[in-house]
Structures are given as structure tokens and as C-alpha cells.
């Protein structure tokens, strides 16, 4: 058994895996006579030649903390967006790239951000940490399974404050 | 001046002007043994042969009802997703299709719904109700400006239930 604790989300501590949505600092335009700030395309998407872009949405059973973690899965056709549609923190579950995934590493995503993992990365399945578990979910739609499941011979439990 | 009231956003509703991006009914699919139910693929993204599909946030001031309309826009090259990143509801404006704007209609997008307007749809500016209004955007990507704007010459003040 290993033990890691969650770390807040940051677009620093994130980048080897994805991009952190958030609208931290100033906007990249200000639209609408004033009245809303753009953070312009904040996502690398890319979901290859034989794909192309679609919204789901996703409704998931909140897990708590500290969170057992068996299994992590890669998408290596395409990125894939978690967007909640809530204002709750929630685990953001990755692990290091390799044929086998290396170490992992969790995050908790503070009121407000969402995510976009990058093509091919290891992570944990979308857990939200309270009622509801909706979360907008921008992936690949294609004819391919686009799903590599890894189940863990260790299982991590990944601890974190009391929200 | 004229007056209208916002009518509660259906599927069957608003399938003129776009997708209403919610979970209701069935998942298709369920998914991550057991704990989250999928509703795939719930809009219809177009962005054209020289555009991409990108996740930006946009950040808007409140409004409150009544609301007055004085101007709609669309995107001729694109669709657009506004996906609620809260559980509040929020208004919802199109109006009917032409050169220029046909009769204007609202919607009170209940918690956790979403949309989706159909590429070229002319609608309202992002009209939160409360704060945060905070929303993922999801649309076209592209070197054109891909946008209208119509100013109404007679504004349009739309009422509805207090929230």
C-alpha cells in the first residue's frame, strides 16, 4: 500500500499532464460591452486525424478521502476535458507516463477549476468529492475503444484536508 | 418596447436554436465500473472547415429579470457552448433565424443545464443571474472574427419568476 496526499491544483504542478481551466488573472479580452472577461483557449485539444471533438456529460458518485486508487487509464487517441458544472473541490487523480504508468500523483481541484488531460495520460477516473458529480466532459468521439485500463499492484490511497 | 417572458429551457424547446446539454433520462452509457453514467456526445459542434473546436472561460456579470435585450449576435462559422461551471439557473436568449433577427425568445436554463446554440444561431450576450458567472465556452477556434452583432430597434424586455 502507498500513501500520497492530494496538493492543491496549479497550472504549474499540472503541466506535465494537462492544462488547469481556471480564471486566474486578468482575461484575455473583455467582451460584451464590458460585461465579461474571455480566457481564451485554455485547452490543448487534440484528438487526431480519425477523431473530433464532442461534449458529454458525466454524472459520477462522489468518493471521499482518503480515496483507494486500483486502477488508472490512458485515452491515446485523444485529450479529455473535465469541466465541472458545480463550484465543489474535487480529485484529480494522475500518474507519471511510461508503457506502464509511473508514479502517482493527486490534486485537489479547488471551487472553480477544471482540467484538460493531455492524449495519452494516466489518470484516475472523474471523482468528485460531493453531490452532484456533474462534470461537462470534452473528449475524443471516434470509432475506436480509445481506452487502455491499468489496474495497480499496489493500490495508492490518496489523502487530503477535510473539505 | 416589447415584453416577453422566459419560458423554461426544454430540449424540445430550444432544438430550433441549438442543444440543451443536461442528464436527464438514461445515461448511454455507464462507465468507470459502475459510479458514472456517460450521456455522450449531446451536441452538435460545426466549426467549419478552417476552424477548431477550443475550451475558453468566460467570466460575466450578473444580470437580473426583468432584462432588457438590445442586442443579439451570431457566429456564422461556428457553434457555442455555454456550460455552467455552477448550479444556478441562467438565462437563455435566441432569437428567431434571417438576414436579420426574427421574434426574440427566452429561456431559464434551469441547475445543471447547459447549451449548446447551432452554428449561425443569433442570440443573447452570456446572461448569468447570479454570482458566479462563470461558464465553459466551447467553440470555434479561427482567424476570423466570426461574429455579428444586431442592435434591436426596439428593445425587447424579457420578464420571468423570481428565482
Not at 492543491?8 to 503541466?15: H, Q, Y
Not at 491515446?76 to 458544472?85: D, R, W
Not at 494522475?94 to 493527486?106: I, T
Amino acid at each position: 500500500m502507498t500513501e500520497i496526499v492530494a496538493q492543491p491544483l496549479t497550472a504549474e504542478a499540472f503541466a506535465p499532464y494537462g492544462d488547469v481551466l481556471e480564471i486566474a488573472g486578468a482575461p484575455d479580452k473583455i467582451i460584451n460591452q464590458g460585461l465579461c472577461g474571455r480566457y481564451h483557449d485554455r485547452a490543448a485539444l487534440d484528438f487526431g486525424p480519425g477523431g473530433r471533438a464532442g461534449i458529454s456529460l458525466f454524472n459520477a458518485e462522489p468518493r471521499s478521502l482518503p480515496y483507494r486508487l486500483e486502477m488508472v487509464e490512458r485515452h491515446p487517441e485523444g485529450s479529455q476535458a473535465f469541466v465541472p458544472m458545480h463550484l465543489k473541490p474535487w480529485l484529480v487523480v494522475v500518474a507519471e507516463p511510461g508503457d506502464v504508468p509511473g508514479p502517482v500523483h493527486a490534486f485537489l481541484a479547488a471551487s472553480g477549476q477544471g482540467i484538460n488531460f493531455h492524449r495519452g495520460t494516466w489518470h484516475g477516473v472523474l471523482t468528485p468529492l460531493h453531490e452532484p458529480g456533474l462534470f461537462a466532459v470534452v473528449d475524443r468521439i471516434g470509432d475506436t475503444a480509445n481506452l487502455e485500463e491499468h489496474w495497480l499492484e499496489t493500490p495508492v490511497i490518496i489523502g487530503g484536508p477535510r473539505f
